[in-house]
C-alpha cells in the first residue's frame, strides 16, 4: 500500500485543517487506518485510529472533541479533520495502515506509513 498524506500548512491557533491520505496498492478497505503526529524532538504518537469499516474510531485524548477521523473506501481516502487547533498540535502528521481492520493506538500495529504532511500552529 501506498499512501500520500496532503494538506497540511500554517493556520492560527483556533482555526481549521482537513487532512486527507489517499492509498493505493492494495484493498483500502481491509485496513485499519491511523494517523499519528510528531514533533521535533518528541516520539511519534497516535493521533487518530479508524477501523475497516469506518464503525470504530478512537482519538488521543488531548484531541478528543476537536479532531475527528473518517474514511471513504470507495475513494481510497481517509481524513482528519482539525478544528479548535492550538499550538501544541504543530507537528509532522503521518497517515499508516495497519496490520488488519482493527484501529490501533501503537506505530508497531501499522505497517504502511505516508511521508508526513507539516501542520504548523500559530499563537
Known amino acids: 500500500v501506498q499512501l500520500q498524506a496532503f494538506g497540511g500548512g500554517l493556520v492560527q491557533a483556533g482555526g481549521s485543517l482537513s487532512l486527507s491520505c489517499a492509498a493505493s496498492?492494495?484493498?483500502?478497505?481491509?485496513?485499519?487506518m491511523g494517523w499519528f503526529r510528531q514533533a521535533p524532538g518528541k516520539e511519534r504518537e497516535f493521533v487518530a485510529g479508524?477501523?475497516?469499516?469506518?464503525?470504530?474510531?478512537y482519538n488521543e485524548d488531548s484531541v478528543k472533541g476537536r479532531f475527528t477521523i473518517s474514511r471513504d473506501n470507495a475513494k481510497s481516502t481517509v481524513y482528519l479533520q482539525m478544528n479548535s487547533l492550538k499550538p501544541e498540535d504543530t507537528a509532522v502528521y503521518y497517515c499508516?495502515?495497519?496490520?488488519?481492520?482493527?484501529?490501533?493506538?501503537?506505530?508497531?500495529?501499522?505497517?504502511?506509513w505516508g511521508q508526513g504532511t507539516q501542520v504548523t500552529v500559530s499563537s
Open positions: 479508524i477501523s475497516w469499516s469506518g464503525g470504530s474510531t
Open positions: 496498492g492494495r484493498t483500502f478497505s481491509r485496513y485499519g
Open positions: 499508516a495502515a495497519g496490520l488488519d481492520g482493527f484501529a490501533r493506538t501503537s506505530p508497531s500495529g501499522y505497517i504502511y
